[in-house]
């Protein structure tokens, strides 16, 4: 059996930057351990399977080369994309997703591009407790590097992130990851990510600079331009950084070290709870197929995963 991939890059309108996701259309006639399979092959940080819903327009299933994840902003981005410029949701400019983490709504505006909003889940955030010299190391930088006047914090909308504030934006060009020794270091949430960001930019539009590095659960090592992790640093700005504040927009630049430019635009909004929304454009790249099952069988252990990070 073949199926049929598009490579869309989410949060650019060049091809070839932002972050690039597989987007399998009219994805019901797989199982999981095809998607997985499919997700292995692709080999991207995330694959996201577009399946029927009965209680929404639509289900999105996403899986990282390693394992299946609840939410993903830029693969949510990439598919909506992908659909809407092909015809789909003629003439409506909001529909709703279901995904494992709730029911989302989605929103569209073509403007000079096609520009698409999503609302996240709730934010939560987790004190961190760990070794701070031991993280700041495992990133590729000394204990110094870090911003101790604001806090390290486990932080999720939909997917959990350790968000780490860096004094400087020059540190972002030396970190070096060592995705094996997150878990260690990571033992409240061992399977989280890592987000270091800073309030120095390179694009004077930008609001916040950031890299994200991968759980080594997931099999890959950086991701480019992460929508989730940019959305729950609004949150994570209206709690900790600037409480007074009831709604904050801004822009998040991310991949500038790996020559992958991006741009996410995120809005919090304060009221009764505190409500996270991210927006972006995309671009299809090209679309290719592949075939599954596959000859072998995705081994997804902790150490099968990691020998392909070495």
Known sequence: MRVTVYHVDAFSVIA????????????DQLKPGDMQKIAFQVGFNETVF???????????????????????GHATIASLYCLKTRGFFEGRDSIQIETNGGILPISFNAEDHLIIGMKQ???????FGGDTRKLAESMGLTEDCLDVTKPIVYGSTGIWTLLVPIRQLDSFKIMKPNNKQFPEILAQ?????????????YDENAFMHARHFS???????????TGTASGVMGAYYLTYIDQDLNDIQFIVEQGQ??????KVHVHAIRQNEMDIFISGTAVLVKEFEVEYPLLYECDNSFDNILWRMT
Do not use: M, W
Not at 121 to 127: C, G, H, T
Not at 215 to 225: A, K, N, R
């Open 215 to 225: 759980s080594p659960y997931s099999g890959t090592v950086e991701d480019p331009v």
């Open 257 to 262: 070290e790996i020559n992958r430019d991006g």
């Open 121 to 127: 889940q709730k934010p939560e955030f987790i004190p």
């Open 50 to 72: 577009v399946l029927k819903s009965e209680i929404a327009d639509l289900k999105l299933k996403y899986y990282t080369p390693g394992h299946e994840i609840n939410l993903c």
């Open 16 to 27: 070839n930057q932002g972050n690039p996701a597989g987007v399998v259309l009219d994805a």
């Open 189 to 201: 949430n061992p399977k989280a990510s890592v987000h270091p960001f800073c309030f120095e930019t």
